[in-house]
């Protein structure tokens, strides 16, 4: 699963914490993706 660049800031919120549960990374490292900080397949 890619997260792009795009990817919408008001998703990170509800988002980033499921995300990081499902995928076994930081609710931080979500965040970064998500504001096209880092790329990273996850």
Known sequence: M???KNYKARDTAFGSTILAREFG??????????????????
């Open 2 to 4: 890619l997260i792009r």
């Open 25 to 42: 990374v930081s609710p931080k490292t979500v965040e970064d993706i998500a504001k096209g900080i880092t790329w990273k397949y996850i």
